[in-house]
């Protein structure tokens, strides 16, 4: 299986031809080679994780695929057909199987409303929990998804979930609201977290690929 990051939170996984999209959002460059698509997961509805759009770019090419999200996804993607997950669901969109955590967006402030988030482990290989810490009970991660810069955290907790988590590999992802010393400096925290227990840290950049 071979992982492709995107900017922000959007990644492509692909395996023998077939593709998977997750959360290409409004910081994600329009998508154009789409062809191939046989799901799209939504870990949540802000904007920075999914358009009409972007899903647009997907669907033109690849009618009919399912979109999984949570019920908030479902209710902000006003006219489009979302197959609504929850905590515990496990999906197969061949050659791809899903199995989904968690249930609530990391809180950002008292004053902004907690919505839905699902974390999604793909192929019981890579973890990305969305905009959440949730840790996936009980399963060994081999590459972790992790968030680098974003309103809702702060480097010691993203630091703290990588140490609690263990992934024998790490990437940087929800990195667009950093700026380049930003992004250094939370990529060295990440890798220090992940080397503690033995992992690997990829620092990927928009366009690069790891082989899972």
Do not use: C
């Not at 249930?103 to 973890?127: F, K």
């Not at 220090?192 to 620092?203: H, S, V």
């Amino acid at each position: 299986m071979k992982l492709t990051k995107l900017e922000h939170a959007a990644l492509i996984l692909e395996e023998a031809g077939k593709k998977l999209f997750l959360d290409p959002g409004s910081f994600t460059t329009p998508l154009t080679d789409t062809a191939g698509a046989v799901a799209v997961v939504i870990t949540h509805e802000h904007a920075d994780h999914w358009t009409p759009e972007q899903l647009g770019r997907i669907l033109d090419m690849n009618p009919g695929i399912p979109i999984y999200g949570p019920a908030g996804v479902a209710s902000a993607a006003t006219g489009i057909d979302v197959t609504v997950v929850n905590a515990g669901d496990v999906v197969t969109a061949e050659p791809f199987t899903l199995r989904f955590f968690g249930g609530r967006h990391a809180v950002i402030h008292s004053s902004i409303p907690v919505v839905d988030n699902l974390g999604v482990l793909i192929n019981d290989e890579l973890y990305y929990a969305g905009d959440s810490f949730t840790i996936p009970e009980g399963v060994d991660v081999d590459v972790l998804a992790v968030p680098a810069g974003a309103p809702w955290l702060k480097i010691a907790e993203t630091i703290d979930y990588v140490l609690a988590v263990k992934p024998k590999r790490s990437f940087p992802t929800h990195e667009m609201v950093l700026s380049r010393g930003g992004k250094d400096m939370s990529n060295a925290r990440i890798a220090w977290a992940t080397e503690e227990n033995g992992g690997e840290f990829f620092p990927l950049e928009p366009g690069d690929s790891l082989d899972l």
